[in-house]
């Protein structure tokens, strides 16, 4: 088991994720690169003016981290940086994994196997029905219940697997409840099962939160489960990320007729398993998925990398063998035939300047 991270190094963790300007990938590859966000901190000035950037990184104040803890710690949950521990070695499974996450209830949950149940906020009586059927009988199998804490499927899904084990992953902050009616929900939930959220407490639920919340929702599950969905829907989403981080889309099917079963009967036309009930849940997975094989835990720093110096030659290597279409950094290491590390701090320089998109799998491309 990895050891506990020193207590200034997560408080710096939390900052680097907490700045506007660094996102997931970023922040990974800034501990990559530094071997610690500590050092990440301290170079960033440096770094930021190599690369151009018109205006300094604005990182947050450790005062302002050290206020997210406290605020955390006063509604009863816990901030959870990645390196430490207990961060959930689902979600460290992801490419890339979140840099930050908090939990408010039973956080042993968040170790067990677990499977999502998602779907149609509008959902019909009998798609309510099924899918607190299939997350009770599934949560007697010995599997936690993973959902979004929305209206119908979601909330179906929570109350169907109270007894057994639930996680709620919200959009916002573990104090802002929503929807509002799910008050009554959200008391049971974490005291019995267990809240999570990418947020600080305080964040109020925008529309631009809730793909990270299915993203999360798809990470801390071995597979998803979809009752009920439209064509365009958060649902949808929720299977795109499972399919991108390896994890397994099973469906329900519904009427032709109904539209909240055109993304469900989609899925199953393009080779998702046909779910009627928790056996064929089980059936689909077989048994050797709860031993599912993850990565270690990473250890509570990256080991201490070397950094060639960079100069103009390598800058105008690297961003000769970039364009606009996206290219694995691997190739742009062959092409430009320069040291990994070299690569990868010019790949930085060009990040923070806005000059570089970085997209899922590790590849690359120039900004626009």
Known sequence: ??????????????????????GPVTFHELLAHFGSAAEAIEALPQLTAQSRRRAPVDIVHADQAMAEFDAAGKIGARVLVFGDPDYPQMLRAVDPAPPVISCLGQAGLLIRPAIAIVGSR????????????????????????????????????????????????????????????????????????VLVSEMPPGTRPIAKLFPRRNRLISGLSLAVVVVEAAMRSGSLITARFALEQGREVLAVPGSPLDPRAKGSNSLIKQGAPLVESAEDVLAALGPSLRHHHLREPEACAFPKPERPELDEDARRKVVAALSPTPTHIDEIIR????????????????????????????YVSLTS
């Open 1 to 22: 088991m990895a050891l506990p991270l020193p207590q200034q190094e997560r408080l710096a963790r939390l900052r680097l994720a907490r700045t506007d300007s660094i």
């Open 122 to 193: 509008n959902a019909s009586a009998a798609g309510a029905r099924l899918a607190a059927m299939i997350a009770e009988e599934l949560g007697r199998a010995d599997y936690v219940i993973v959902s979004g804490f929305a209206r119908g499927i979601d909330t179906a899904a929570h109350t169907g697997s109270l007894p057994s084990g639930t996680i709620g992953v919200f959009a916002g902050g573990l104090d802002v409840v929503y929807p509002p009616e799910n008050m009554p929900l959200y008391g049971k939930v974490k005291t019995e099962g």
């Open 335 to 362: 092409h430009s035939q320069l040291p990994a590390s070299m690569v990868r701090g010019v790949l930085l320089e060009l990040d923070l300047s806005g000059r570089l998109n970085r997209e899922p799998g590790g």
